[in-house]
């Protein structure tokens, strides 16, 4: 059973940076893409970032474009987001997720294993 454990939120002002980290366990990581996703209280998860399996293309959200980088590293099992720039509207619960099939990227329904979450808040 695939598990996903994510790592790195906090509490940051406006303008700093933090790095996400998921390390992904019980299968093997590579073939499938993997994704970030986040909710923020009394709204619905929301898309931020994905990554195909050799790491070759991304996707990203237009309201994170240009701030935030997803990136994996297949030999550690791990996927990473660097989120910088940070805005209070970035505040929330953020989730890694995996893939199994290929298809539409940004659709939360799409992905079939999520870790737990973790909270990142932005103050201004």
């Known amino acids: 059973q695939v598990q996903l454990v994510e790592s790195g939120g906090g509490l940051v002002q406006a303008g700093e940076s933090l790095r996400l980290s998921c390390a992904a366990s019980?299968?093997?990581?590579?073939?499938?893409?993997m994704g970030w996703f986040r909710q923020a209280p009394g709204k619905e998860r929301e898309f931020v970032a994905a990554?195909?399996?050799?790491?070759?293309?991304?996707y990203s959200s237009a309201s994170v474009k240009g701030r935030f980088t997803i990136s994996r590293d297949n030999a550690k099992n791990t996927v990473y987001l660097q989120m910088n720039s940070l805005k209070p509207e970035d505040t929330g619960i953020y989730y890694c997720?995996?893939?199994?099939?290929?298809?539409?990227?940004?659709?939360?329904?799409?992905?079939?294993?999520w870790g737990q979450g973790t909270q990142v808040t932005v103050s201004s």
């Open positions: 997720s995996l893939k199994r099939f290929d298809g539409e990227i940004i659709g939360a329904a799409q992905y079939d294993y």
């Open positions: 990554v195909t399996r050799g790491g070759g293309t991304t």
């Open positions: 019980g299968g093997t990581f590579s073939p499938y893409s």
